[in-house]
């Protein structure tokens, strides 16, 4: 149990970095506004996802969430980053710009699950 706890930290610790780092760069990171543009995004929906990223971040991490929340944000975040995958494949993007959403749907993936097995299934209070 204790090393799916750890496996929990660790990968949910990855996701909150990572959406932080996005939180900074959608604000603060003029390229970001080019790169929506890219992708066919009208440049509110960067400062909406960036603030929902934010907000998602924190329910994942932050224990006392109830769990109908961090639902809610695991979902949204899954949403996101497939939707990451498709609209850099549909706009002819080169197969690296793929890695990073797909690299954070996996440790996604791994938090939800090792989420349920620790908290869920078990009871134990994180």
């Not at 496996?7 to 959406?19: D, H, P």
């Not at 939180?23 to 509110?44: E, R, S, T």
């Not at 990073?100 to 078990?122: T, W």
Request: glycine content about 6%; overall charge positive.
């Amino acid at each position: 149990m204790k090393a799916i706890k750890i496996t929990y930290w660790i990968t949910t610790g990855l996701v909150v970095l990572g959406m932080l780092a996005t939180f900074y760069n959608y604000f603060f990171n003029p390229a970001l506004k080019v790169a929506f543009a890219h992708l066919g995004f009208p440049d509110w929906f960067r400062v909406e996802l960036g603030i929902a990223k934010l907000l998602g971040a924190f329910a994942i991490v932050i224990p006392a969430v109830p769990a109908r929340v961090k639902e809610w944000a695991y979902f949204g975040f899954s949403l996101s980053f497939s939707s990451a995958i498709l609209a850099h494949f549909k706009a002819g993007d080169p197969p690296f710009n793929l890695i990073a959403p797909f690299v954070m749907l996996l440790l996604l993936v791994v938090s939800y699950v090792s989420y349920h097995k620790v908290v869920l299934q078990k009871n134990i209070a994180l």
